[in-house]
């Protein structure tokens, strides 16, 4: 207790968190990504290896799937995963190689080659590193053993597989010309013999080969070839169909591997009897091994999943080709996951059979028998878009508002119910004074790993009770509680094989998914819009979704060739699908629902821009005002390509749809005006001397104020809100990293308080092409950190100072306050006065609070949002109000996912949710109860004496 007294009285340290405080009410989750390798090994039983497309290395419990640990190895893919001795060896797409141990994840070793790692080949004491023109041996500790060049083979020669055999290793190298060299070496990398073989590795991006163990399979024109890498007899297939046909991913399972066309599955062995095809299955399917107490050579088992309908898997002996009868897996279909991606089964020692499952959806399952004990969302890992939505309508909030403003303003209503119903005494004592709730969803899942904030539901009371909705890559829909990272309800949309991953962007692509909320997440009603990306049977469709439920309310076909999304205004009350306006690649009109006649009632008044970063122009539209308009109309266009630039980024204001103060008070009292533009579009663009800022009108074209930034350079990171611009940007020549703070008002006089109070009579709006120009007041800060997303806070009336949120390069997330981001700020009396120029109208007053402007802005400790917990790769920030006008949601996410709620000026206006209202409202009744007791007795005894 004396401990915090002393604290409490230091300034400094009296924003900070003691460790018991972390967690009250911010969660954080740490994932790893889409696998892309499993590997088991049997110094851990246990555990389960794998490693992702992020770059991540991770063990995880076989029981519950939680991380044992996880290391962010790198910035690239992983491509390989082997088990080695007591550790792994791992590659990514661009030549790291490192080693692990297996028990704590630490490193041993890593190289990087600069160039891809086609295979890692295990011996007993060492492993092979095979590249195109070289082959070097290491042992466990890293050390370079011995190296072979690819020029030993021939002068174009390059390697495509390594094989471990009897006593040495083979090499496989292709030759430019056609056919094949192999290389056979001792233990010390000296070669043997070397043989030219009669098959050739093709080179067609047609054909497509895969290495297995000491076998070399080549899938080309419908025929299936398995080659022997250490010598001997090719075996060749011919398949039912001449293409379509694609190699499964190879797991580790010795003399088995499948091919598949998108919609059936063939497996197939290879071994003393030949290339035989062991069953063919209508359906997707995935081969995995099966590690066990009883591995040996000869006899180990391989397992078959299938997700169509319901999952089941399958053991088969790859010797005889029998197969044990399917277990069915309850609760994974591939309507809600996917088709199956990788594989691994464990058979303890008890004979039961534990599973690790893959899938479309980047989801990671533990399957225990035939049921699924773990999950792990790792679709999660990888969101491109995210919003949060309250998950009760406008009167539930009103009803739910826990704050004591509104309390005081409700005890008149509540003192007439309970003279009405007096026996309802003891219930509402409960549930309206103790600002407590019952939780009415339990039993939602977790994550592996996640931990509910432990003052969660006092934080849903103060209208923080909001659904996180995040789409993903996957393609995946998500829907979390924001204040306990519970999985409300998920939906798996597909996606075509044959598309490859796109990364984030704006337009509209057949193999991308996109999302938004209509309305708007302001609105107590909004419906969610979906678009699907194609698959291998459907096109492309639009859904309209219940963000509450996840049910699809309705849904129709996506047109052809469609490049822009905007919603159309809707003025109904009960909204049921929100109308939408489809722009083409040639700027023709099309609507859903077809026929839509909110197009024709806001033709003329509807405008749409396009920046446009492959041939780097802006372009403004206009919807022509006619009957059934067809085709946009261009009304302006800015070229910044034909000036050697290049659009790096683009940003329009934040949190349009809440409320927000449209002027700033200044000390003495006088009004400045903001510049509110909804249509403000903020753009930045490089040359060869540095960053071009562009703010621009997106109705006129009109050019609203231009920066220059020499020797500025990306990466660039945009904030807008309100009347204001922050950039974020590095600065090579000066080797530091800079935020440049742009700020626009109006050229407008005081004219009084009276406008604001009763606003002006007649019509209140006003014509883009007739708003003036404003004033621009500009500022350049020097920041100690890079920057990989940035957010800003949000309130419901927008009177609380805005914080920006800043996810770091250091994996932290930290915020600074918009009043230190202030152009207005004085410049020291010593600055020249070219840079102290600044209109008398929007300079500060002597009693208005402002700091003399530093150039420096340090990062602070106490703004550090995640403590301790490093929140890796955040590649975007959400936010959203809550019922307290000092409160703000912040959701980033990344890598990581982390909630907190933050209060950019402190809580002003409420009492801490974790205030005593029991001990306050009963200390209140106590003193009225003997109150008037004591005046009954009071006017008894003042009776009694005067009939004497």
Request: one cysteine or more; glycine letters at 8%; aromatic letters at 6%.
């Amino acid at each position: 207790m004396w401990r915090r007294i002393q604290l409490a009285l230091l300034p400094s340290l009296s924003l900070a968190l003691f460790a018991d405080e972390v967690g009250q009410y911010d969660w954080s989750l740490k994932q790893i990504g889409k696998p892309t390798a499993l590997a088991f090994s049997g110094e851990n039983p246990d555990s389960i290896y794998a490693a992702t497309q992020s770059g991540v290395v991770a063990s995880m419990s076989m029981q519950d799937g939680s991380l044992q640990w996880r290391r962010v190895a790198s910035t690239e893919p992983m491509a390989l995963l082997r088990p080695a001795g007591r550790g792994l060896i791992s590659a990514t797409d661009t030549g790291l190689v490192q080693a692990w141990k297996g028990a704590a994840g630490d490193l041993s070793w890593q190289k990087d080659f600069g160039e891809k790692v086609l295979d890692l080949v295990v011996l007993s004491s060492s492993v092979l590193v095979l590249r195109d023109k070289e082959v070097e041996a290491r042992n466990l500790a890293g050390k370079s053993e011995w190296m072979v060049s690819s020029k030993d083979a021939g002068a174009q020669a390059r390697y495509v597989a390594a094989a471990a055999s009897k006593d040495g290793v083979c090499l496989l190298a292709s030759l430019p010309a056609g056919g094949s060299i192999l290389q056979k070496l001792d233990l010390n990398g000296k070669v043997l013999e070397k043989v030219e073989v009669e098959f050739s590795v093709p080179q067609s991006p047609e054909a497509e080969y895969m290495v297995m163990d000491a076998h070399l399979a080549v899938l080309k024109d419908g025929t299936l070839s398995v080659h022997p890498i250490c010598g001997g007899g090719s075996e060749t297939m011919e398949l039912p169909q001449k293409s379509g046909w694609r190699l499964q991913p190879w797991q580790q399972t010795k003399g088995v591997f499948a091919i598949t066309d998108g919609a059936t599955t063939s497996v197939f062995s290879f071994g003393s009897k030949g290339l035989r095809q062991l069953k063919n299955l209508d359906q997707m399917a995935v081969v995995g091994p099966v590690f066990g107490v009883s591995d040996d050579e000869t006899g180990q088992l391989v397992a078959l999943a299938m997700a169509q309908p319901q999952a089941q898997i399958q053991l088969m002996d790859p010797a005889s080709g029998n197969v044990q009868p399917a277990v069915k897996i309850a609760g994974y279909t591939a309507a809600e996951r996917g088709e199956c991606q990788l594989l691994l089964v464990h058979e303890t020692r008890s004979g039961e059979h534990r599973a690790v499952m893959s899938a479309a959806d980047h989801s990671l399952a533990g399957i225990q028998s035939s049921k699924v004990s773990w999950v792990r969302e790792e679709g999660l890992a990888s969101i491109r878009q995210a919003d949060l939505y309250s998950r009760h309508t406008l009167a539930d909030k009103r009803s739910e508002d826990k704050s004591l403003g509104a309390q005081l303003a409700n005890i008149p209503g509540h003192l007439a119910e309970l003279l009405k119903a007096p026996f309802e005494i003891l219930n509402y004592v409960s549930s309206v004074i103790m600002a407590r709730r019952q939780r009415k969803d339990g039993g939602l899942p977790l994550m592996p790993d996640a931990v509910i904030p432990f003052s969660s539901e006092e934080l849903r009371d103060f209208g923080a009770d909001k659904l996180i909705l995040a789409l993903s890559s996957a393609p995946k829909l998500f829907a979390l509680q924001a204040t306990t990272s519970e999985v409300v309800w998920t939906k798996y949309l597909g996606i075509d094989p044959k598309c490859s991953e796109q990364k984030p962007g704006t337009g509209i692509d057949p193999c991308t998914a996109w999302m938004q909320l209509l309305p708007s997440s302001a609105s107590p009603h909004a419906e969610l819009v979906v678009i699907a990306p194609k698959t291998a049977t459907k096109p492309q469709k639009v859904m309209w979704m219940d963000p509450l439920t996840g049910k699809v309310l309705h849904e129709e076909s996506m047109p052809n060739d469609i490049t822009a999304v905007t919603p159309l205004p809707h003025k109904g009350k009960n909204l049921v699908t929100h109308p939408l306006l489809l722009i083409d690649s040639k700027g023709g009109l099309q609507t859903l629902p077809k026929d839509a006649t909110e197009l024709q009632e806001a033709a003329g008044n509807l405008f749409h821009y396009e920046v446009d970063t492959v041939n780097q122009v802006i372009k403004g539209f206009a919807v022509p005002k006619a009957k059934r308009p067809s085709k946009l109309m261009a009304t302006w266009n800015m070229e910044v390509g034909s000036l050697g630039e290049r659009i790096l980024a683009a940003a329009t204001p934040q949190h349009r749809h809440w409320d927000h103060v449209p002027v700033h008070i200044k000390g003495d009292a006088s009004i400045l005006y903001k510049y509110i533009n909804p249509n403000f579009l903020a753009v930045v663009s490089e040359d060869k001397n540095g960053l071009n800022l562009y703010m621009l009108d997106a109705v006129t074209g009109h050019l609203l104020h231009q920066s220059q930034v020499a020797g500025g350079a990306g990466p660039v990171h945009l904030a807008a809100c309100d009347n204001w611009v922050v950039m974020h940007y590095q600065n090579p020549k000066k080797t530091r990293f800079e935020m440049l703070v742009t700020e626009f008002f109006q050229a407008k006089a005081d004219d009084g308080p009276w406008e604001i109070l009763f606003g002006k009579q007649g019509v209140q709006t006003r014509s883009a092409h007739q708003l003036e120009r404003p004033v621009p007041l500009q500022q350049t800060y020097i920041v100690p950190a890079g920057v990989t997303a940035m957010g800003v806070t949000a309130t419901l009336k927008g009177i609380t100072p805005r914080s920006i949120i800043l996810a770091l390069t250091t994996d932290h997330l930290t915020r600074i306050s918009k009043d230190i981001l202030n152009p207005r700020r004085p410049y020291p009396s010593m600055t020249p006065n070219d840079k102290k120029s600044l209109p008398s109208q929007f300079a500060p007053t002597k009693d208005e609070p402002l700091a003399p402007y530093t150039a420096q802005i340090p990062w602070r400790h106490t703004e550090m949002l995640n403590y301790y917990h490093a929140l890796h790769r955040v590649t975007g920030i959400a936010s959203s109000p809550t019922a307290l006008e000092s409160t703000s949601l912040v959701f980033a996410y990344g890598l990581d996912l982390f909630f907190t709620p933050m209060q950019s000026a402190k809580a002003y206006d409420v009492l801490s949710p974790g205030f005593n209202y029991l001990l306050l409202y009963g200390s209140v009744g106590v003193v009225v109860v003997v109150w008037a007791t004591i005046s009954m007795f009071a006017s008894r005894k003042m009776l009694q004496d005067r009939w004497k």
